[in-house]
């Protein structure tokens, strides 16, 4: 069979089209830049061409380098296809919809005019996959924009609209036209007389403008030295960056094509495109593939305006779904509409949105007190008390007042969907919608299987979350679903430790050296010691083998609950959110292990370290072999976006891999014998040790 014909090629008047068709992104997979040099030697040849158009086939431009072939070997690379277009001697229109991306817009910026739709987006997001532009797009982007809009774009790898792109000089023309090919046709042959050819890297005028620009670079040095501490590509950007201002196009060149060398099998470029892909399979789900491509969910109500149900709702406004709040008063409901007020007023006043976007905001949102006036929904979250009586009876009145096939669906954190689900008489519409707090900004949305729900539900509640722009990640229903279950293995963890000796400034500083923005000491006295106390003395009250955690207790019957008390885990001088060591915990957590006779010693990073970790590493090789998770890779994302776990690191699995199976259950079995039952090993670790296969690759059949 013929190799499927990536690059197109054919005249129409005195204009070369050449269109990529390489579905579904118009990555730059095999023959793309091959055909593209072919086709501009066969055109600069055609005395009947005058003019160029790159346009994609479908729905984008170009996604960029296929992130599939990193690490491989590529005959041409994206540098060498974007110089063909450069030094072509007849003018390269680049005809830009959807997105123009990495390597794309590299293409894009060798051509001579850049044109776009309205609804384009163009953007070098290189940094996000630990690497940098190496087919010229630090360079000729600098002399396209200069080096302030340059350091913006590519050491944040954000996306940037067509306007803003013609703003700021990468985009010559936005053509709104219904035939963009045509229009694009006629732009080319209109430019095919223009000498000399407008080529990016020699235009000079946006850096010299720009002067001596030490100081931003410094800035941006100190600023990603912070921010992307533990990442080398946004230094290399930077650096990058500066060539372009300081030295030749040629020179530049030739350190982009060093620092990209240098980075692209990094372990943490590795670690981010397992990100990449990791995060787009937890969209897939298992037996769903006969199931039609579901509904969006056009407009939605939130049950419950406290803190989550305020943020759920945001969340729907922000994307311009309408969503009625409703809360059983009136005075629940204006407290939890002036949250939502204060928050967007905040951001205005960040700067993140403008007055009319918080205006159009709220205008989606209506808050109401009847149900009825939600039942034409396409969906409805509940969002209370995490009480079960309140939560059935809620889920008997929607089950009486919803529209026939509306999405039922529970924010709740940890109850059993089927508690819920059971209170109806439609359970398969029923599932767990869980949002991470604050509900608006987090990105991971848990999306909760009850015994019952059907994958339509399933597959209409993902694309629910795509569309708010979460991270939607499928979890079985037990006792934390799948992230926090996961999770409070580490937590629980974490408190005993402390009774052994380990202090909670030594944690938080290991944590915050393994790349964490915050040890988590110091996030808990944010939230609060208390939000979690009732809860454990309610275990404790209904388990007598629930194992207390008698530190945070002390702290809290104390008083101390943490930053709004001045004092928690660390004291705060008045008005300072400077976590300070402080010698009375310590006094306490020595107190607890006198009373309950418990040696103290001390910890050395990589066991605190490795404690912590382990611990939810073999929770999730429970969840695994219980089924409640598809794939390893699903627990990744939810630690990614869900608990802020490093990305350059890949995710909790991935990382356990540069540890080992083998070595994990090791310790794991040593720590079971030395500490008892909640270190007892996952099978399914021992399976994977025995096996010598990766964790990051494991799944119920593991
Ligand atoms: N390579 C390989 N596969 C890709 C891909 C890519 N660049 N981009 C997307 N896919 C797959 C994706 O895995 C999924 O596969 C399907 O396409 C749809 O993707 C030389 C070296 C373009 C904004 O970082 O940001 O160029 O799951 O669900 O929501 O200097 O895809 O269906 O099997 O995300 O419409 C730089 C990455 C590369 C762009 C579209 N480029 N892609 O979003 O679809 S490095 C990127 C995206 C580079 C140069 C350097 C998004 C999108 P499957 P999707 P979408």
Not at 397 to 426: W, Y
Not at 486 to 501: I, K, N
Not at 595 to 619: K, M, P
């Amino acid at each position: 069979m013929s190799e499927k014909q990536v690059v197109k090629y054919r005249v129409t008047g005195n204009v070369a089209v050449i269109s990529i068709d390489n579905p579904p992104v118009n990555a730059l997979g095999p023959g793309v830049r091959e055909g593209i040099i072919d086709a501009l030697a066969q055109g600069n040849a055609d005395s009947a061409v005058e003019a160029f158009v790159l346009i994609g086939e479908g729905r984008n431009f170009m996604a960029g380098a296929d992130i599939r072939q990193f690490g491989g070997v590529r005959p041409v690379s994206t540098r060498t296809s974007a110089a063909a277009i450069d030094a072509s001697a007849k003018p390269v229109v680049a005809a830009i919809c959807g997105y123009a991306l990495g390597g794309g817009l590299e293409h894009a910026l060798a051509c001579h005019y850049r044109i776009s739709t309205p609804e384009a987006k163009v953007g070098l997001p290189e940094v996000l996959l630990g690497i940098v532009p190496g087919g010229g797009g630090t360079q000729r982007l600098t002399h396209l924009v200069g080096p302030e809009a340059a350091l913006d774009i590519i050491t944040t790898g954000r996306h940037v609209g067509a306007y803003e792109a013609q703003r700021i000089g990468i985009i010559d023309e936005i053509v709104d036209e219904p035939d963009f090919l045509a229009a694009s046709v006629r732009f080319a042959a209109r430019v095919a007389i223009v000498k000399p050819l407008p080529r990016a890297h020699l235009l000079s005028e946006k850096i010299e403008q720009a002067g001596d620009q030490a100081l931003a670079f410094d800035d941006a040095r100190k600023f990603h030295t912070r921010k992307s501490r533990h990442q080398k590509a946004p230094m290399h950007a930077i650096a990058l960056i500066e060539a372009a201002v300081k030295g030749s196009f040629e020179e530049g060149l030739a350190l982009e094509q060093t620092l990209f060398a240098e980075l692209e099998n990094s372990e943490e470029a590795k670690a981010l495109r397992y990100a990449f892909f990791a995060e787009r399979e937890a969209a897939k789900i298992p037996g769903a593939s006969n199931v039609p491509k579901p509904e969006p969910v056009s407009s939605a109500a939130v049950i419950g305006a406290g803190t989550m149900g305020s943020g759920i709702a945001m969340a729907f406004a922000d994307v311009g779904t309408p969503v009625k709040l409703l809360d059983v008063t009136h005075e629940a409901l204006d407290k939890g509409m002036k949250r939502i007020r204060d928050n967007y007023a905040v951001s205005v006043k960040r700067g993140s949105i403008s007055q009319s976007e918080m205006d159009a905001r709220l205008a989606k949102i209506q808050g109401v007190v009847d149900y009825a006036d939600i039942s034409d929904c396409d969906a409805v979250i509940e969002a209370v008390f995490e009480r079960v009586d309140l939560k059935q009876a809620i889920f008997r009145k929607l089950d009486d007042v919803m529209k026939p096939g509306a999405l039922l669906l529970s924010n709740s954190s940890a109850i059993d969907i089927d508690i819920m689900a059971q209170a109806t008489k439609r359970p398969a519409d029923v599932a767990g919608a869980h949002f991470f707090a604050p509900a608006n900004v987090m990105k991971l949305c848990e999306v909760v299987r009850g015994t019952q729900t059907a994958p339509a539900t399933i597959a209409r509640t993902m694309k629910m979350a795509r569309d708010l722009g979460k991270i939607g990640a499928v979890a079985g229903s037990c006792d934390g679903f799948v992230a926090n279950r996961s999770r409070t293995s580490l937590m629980t963890e974490m408190m005993l430790m402390l009774e052994e000796g380990a202090m909670p400034e030594q944690v938080d500083r290991i944590l915050v050296a393994f790349g964490y923005p915050m040890g988590f000491f110091a996030v808990n006295d944010m939230s609060g010691l208390d939000v979690s106390y009732e809860g454990r003395q309610r275990r404790a009250a209904a388990d007598p083998s629930y194992r207390k955690l008698h530190v945070p207790d002390r702290l809290v019957e104390m008083g101390r609950k943490g930053q709004k008390t001045g004092a928690g885990w660390y004291r705060y001088k008045d008005g300072d959110r400077t976590p300070h060591p402080d010698d009375l915990v310590k006094e306490v957590i020595a107190s607890v292990a006198r009373e309950f006779g418990i040696a103290q010693r001390t910890f050395s990073d990589e066991e605190i370290l490795h404690r912590l970790l382990f611990a939810s590493v073999n929770e999730a090789c429970r969840i695994l072999d219980e089924g409640r998770a598809y794939r390893a890779s699903d627990i990744d994302v939810m630690w990614l976006y869900g608990f802020g776990f490093p990305r350059h690191r890949g995710g909790l699995m991935y990382w356990a891999d540069t540890i080992g199976a083998a070595p994990i259950h090791r310790q794991v079995t040593e720590w079971h014998e030395r500490y008892g039952k909640r270190w007892e090993p996952s099978p399914l670790l021992a399976r994977v040790a025995e096996s010598g296969t990766r964790l990051r690759d494991a799944g119920p059949q593991s």
